[in-house]
Each structure stands twice: as C-alpha cells, then as structure tokens.
C-alpha cells in the first residue's frame, strides 16, 4: 500500500464492526457511511474492473489497496435488506415478484458481459441479492467472481456455495454466464416455494424455467441472459423489450414496488410498510374492532346484564380474539410460513387455510367458555 493509499484510508473513520470474523464494518467520512471490508480470498482483477466501470446496482468501490495479502475495499453503503432476510420476516414472494427481480439481476449481469469483459460472479444467491428501501434490485460479494477465458478448460479455483453452484464450478469445466444462470434458477425457485428445486420445484411454466436454469449440463440451460430474461417476460406479462437490446438505461426502479419489503416487521399489520394508505385502512379497522368491542351488551345465564370487572373481562377477550385472527392472516412475523409449513402448491395452501380456521375456532370457543365462566362467577 502507498502511502497516498495509507492516507486516503485513514480517513475513514470506523464506526461499527459487522462482522468481525469476515473484516466487514462500517466506516464514516464527510458524513457519509461505507462499508470496509478485508478480503482474504478474493480476484483483485475483478473489483478493479468494477471500481473503474461503476456498473449500475452493483455496490460503487470508493477505495481499493491491497496491504499484507488481503485487499481493502470500501465500498458505498445499501440500506435495505437481503433477499434471505425478506424470506425469513416475510415469507416468500409472489411469482411476478420473483420473476422481477431475476429479471433486474438478468440485467446487471449482462452489463458484466458487454465489451467483451465475460465476468462470471459465481455466487448467486438469498445473501447476495439486496432490495433497498427504495426497491432497487442490488447484487452485491464478487468475492467467487471470475472472468471467462477461452484458453482455459476449466475454473483454477473452486468457490461458490452448496445448493447454488453449477457442477462446473466444481472442477466439471469452465464457469461462463450459464453458471450464473444456474444460480438465477436456484434463488427463483427458493424466492417462490422457499426450497431448493431439487428439494421441491415450482409449478407450470416457472417449473419449467428453474429445470432448464438448473440443467447439469451447460449446454441444456439457457444461453444468454436475454433468453431467460425473454421467458420471464412472458410470465410478467410485460411488453416492455429488453432495455439492454435498445441500449437504454435499466429503469432505476422496479416495476412491483416492493412495498412487500417490511422495513418493521415487528410493527402491527398494515403499519410494517409505513406505507401511508395502508396505515390509514389499518387504523380504521383497528377503531372498528374497538368500538363493535367496546358497544356489546352482555348479559350472563340469568338474563342480568354484566358490568364492571366481568364486562371489561369479557370485552377484553373478545377484542383479543379479533386481533389474533388479523394478524394471523395477515401472516405476522411470518406465522403461517415458520410454523405451519411455506409451500405455495394448491394442496398447501388449502391445508394452511383449514388449519388456520380449525385453530382460530378452538381458540375463541375456548376463550369465550372461559371469559362466560368470569362473568357469572364475578355476578354471583
């Protein structure tokens, strides 16, 4: 490292570690905030072509040395989250929600492709896939990436990750497009069903995207990128055609706005979003539960009408029953996905929405037994 290196490092100020085992924290300059990260392993070719280029809704590298057989990088701080966060506080995504955002990736990675730069990444998956808060389709770690090369039979170095890595990246050949390709099929498969394919596959036409994605052989996937990008239009019923093919920009914002994305998951249903009309709907059917709550006249087995503590008990329950048959429904913390199975088939779906009403039933016929018992003991 030189010493202009040393100096412009220096003036990053550390604020937080991420991950320290990884070298990964956040640093500050001029009131702006990056990410630092030490690399170990890493293809310093790579991210000097991404720190020259800047290429679109890849994390920009503000900084780049090499010091004591690691590489520094600081690179532009994304406020969002991962696509496995999404799916472990959200559930998984809707199809034409999923088929976006392979599309946005589709898009990213044949600027990687243009001018003859054939860069490879080699590590599509859930971690690697951001959405800001602004619902930008974000790729991010080229640690595993590689440049093809026609002179070469086969990747000098293994690296990827299990479940998502095509068999050439195991020493079977040589990584090309199609290896990512590969990876794009595993993440639209496990963004819908929330399993790998070979663990269970989408249906109808999507199924029959991931199989090709995911051939064993490279020559039975797709490929280019614009091939699949073309069989994902299909399904997202658009008949915008490939900005890359008209040399436009790729539109800056996805065309579902993912307001699928909670920034507060702990927050009640209809406020996770801070989207406004949301909230609004959300606070009128709150009042409503409350007031129809709040107006019941209840009278226990003598025909007496119930006042006092037996009636605050009662009202009380009741309004509890109501709000625990909203934010089941409305899937809090991902209730229905964690606990009682995330499979999108037909036969999932009716089993959660019998269970859901069985559970709900037993749950307020043994809440109103007892609030009734309350009431009468506390009458007398």
Same mark, same amino acid.
């Given at each position: #490292?030189?010493?202009?290196?040393?100096?412009?490092?220096?003036?990053?100020?550390?604020?937080?570690?991420?991950?320290?085992?990884?070298?990964?924290?956040?640093?500050?300059?001029?009131?702006?905030?990056?990410?630092?990260?030490?690399?170990?392993?890493?293809? *310093?070719?790579?991210?000097?072509?991404?720190?020259?280029?800047?290429?679109?809704?890849?994390?920009?590298?503000?900084?780049?040395?090499?010091?004591?057989?690691?590489?520094?990088?600081?690179?532009?701080?994304?406020?969002?989250? /991962?696509?496995?966060?999404?799916?472990?506080?959200?559930?998984?995504?809707?199809?034409?929600?999923?088929?976006?955002?392979?599309?946005?990736?589709?898009?990213?990675? $044949?600027?990687?492709?243009?001018?003859?730069?054939?860069?490879?990444?080699?590590?599509?998956?859930?971690?690697?896939? $951001?959405?800001?808060?602004?619902?930008? /389709?974000?790729?991010?770690?080229?640690?595993?990436?590689?440049?093809?090369?026609?002179?070469?039979?086969?990747?000098?170095?293994? $690296?990827?990750?299990?479940?998502?890595?095509? =068999?050439?990246?195991?020493?079977?050949?040589?990584?090309?497009?199609?290896?990512?390709?590969?990876? $794009?099929?595993?993440?639209?498969? +496990? #963004?819908?069903?929330?399993?790998? =394919?070979?663990?269970?596959?989408?249906?109808?036409?999507?199924?029959?995207?991931?199989?090709?994605?995911?051939?064993?052989?490279?020559?039975?996937?797709?490929?280019?990128?614009?091939?699949?990008?073309?069989?994902?239009?299909?399904?997202?019923?658009? %008949?915008?055609?490939?900005?890359?093919?008209?040399?436009?920009? +790729? =539109?800056?914002? %996805?065309?579902?706005?993912?307001?699928?994305?909670?920034? !507060?998951?702990?927050?009640?249903?209809?406020? *996770?979003?801070?989207?406004?009309?949301?909230?609004? +709907?959300?606070?009128?059917? !709150?009042?409503?539960? /409350?007031?129809?709550?709040?107006? #019941?006249?209840?009278?226990?087995?003598?025909?007496?009408? +119930?006042?006092?503590?037996?009636?605050?008990? !009662?009202?009380?329950? /009741?309004?509890?029953?109501?709000?625990?048959?909203?934010?089941?429904?409305?899937?809090?913390? %991902?209730?229905?996905?964690?606990?009682?199975?995330?499979?999108?088939?037909?036969?999932?779906?009716?089993? *959660?929405?019998?269970?859901?009403?069985?559970?709900?039933? #037993?749950?307020?016929?043994?809440?109103?037994?007892?609030?009734?018992?309350?009431?009468?003991?506390?009458?007398?």
């Amino acid at each position: #490292m030189t010493l202009e290196e040393e100096f412009e490092l220096s003036c990053f100020q550390e604020i937080a570690k991420l991950n320290e085992k990884k070298g990964i924290s956040l640093v500050k300059k001029d009131d702006r905030i990056y990410v630092k990260k030490k690399l170990k392993l890493y293809n *310093r070719s790579i991210y000097e072509i991404i720190y020259r280029l800047k290429p679109k809704n890849i994390p920009e590298i503000c900084f780049l040395a090499e010091d004591e057989k690691c590489l520094i990088i600081i690179e532009e701080y994304i406020s969002g989250d /991962t696509v496995r966060t999404i799916l472990e506080n959200d559930g998984v995504l809707n199809e034409k929600r999923a088929c976006q955002i392979i599309c946005d990736l589709a898009d990213i990675l $044949m600027q990687l492709q243009d001018d003859g730069l054939q860069i490879v990444h080699r590590d599509i998956k859930p971690d690697n896939v $951001m959405i800001t808060d602004d619902g930008i /389709t974000k790729l991010i770690d080229f640690n595993a990436a590689r440049q093809f090369s026609e002179m070469d039979s086969e990747d000098t170095f293994y $690296m990827g990750t299990r479940d998502y890595a095509a =068999p050439e990246q195991y020493g079977f050949g040589q990584s090309d497009v199609r290896t990512d390709i590969y990876g $794009m099929g595993c993440l639209l498969n +496990v #963004m819908i069903t929330g399993r790998l =394919p070979k663990e269970e596959a989408c249906a109808g036409k999507l199924g029959k995207i991931v199989s090709r994605c995911t051939k064993l052989e490279a020559a039975e996937r797709y490929q280019s990128l614009a091939e699949l990008r073309k069989d994902l239009e299909k399904i997202l019923g658009s %008949n915008k055609k490939n900005p890359a093919e008209k040399n436009e920009e +790729v =539109p800056k914002e %996805n065309e579902f706005n993912p307001g699928h994305v909670k920034k !507060y998951p702990y927050l009640p249903i209809g406020f *996770r979003t801070l989207t406004a009309w949301k909230m609004i +709907v959300a606070s009128f059917g !709150y009042l409503f539960i /409350t007031g129809v709550c709040m107006e #019941m006249d209840l009278s226990d087995r003598n025909g007496r009408k +119930v006042t006092g503590a037996g009636r605050i008990c !009662y009202v009380s329950l /009741t309004w509890i029953m109501l709000i625990f048959f909203v934010f089941y429904f409305g899937n809090y913390l %991902n209730l229905t996905g964690k606990y009682i199975g995330k499979s999108r088939m037909a036969f999932g779906k009716i089993l *959660r929405l019998i269970l859901g009403f069985v559970g709900i039933f #037993m749950f307020f016929a043994l809440l109103i037994l007892i609030s009734s018992e309350i009431c009468i003991y506390m009458q007398g």
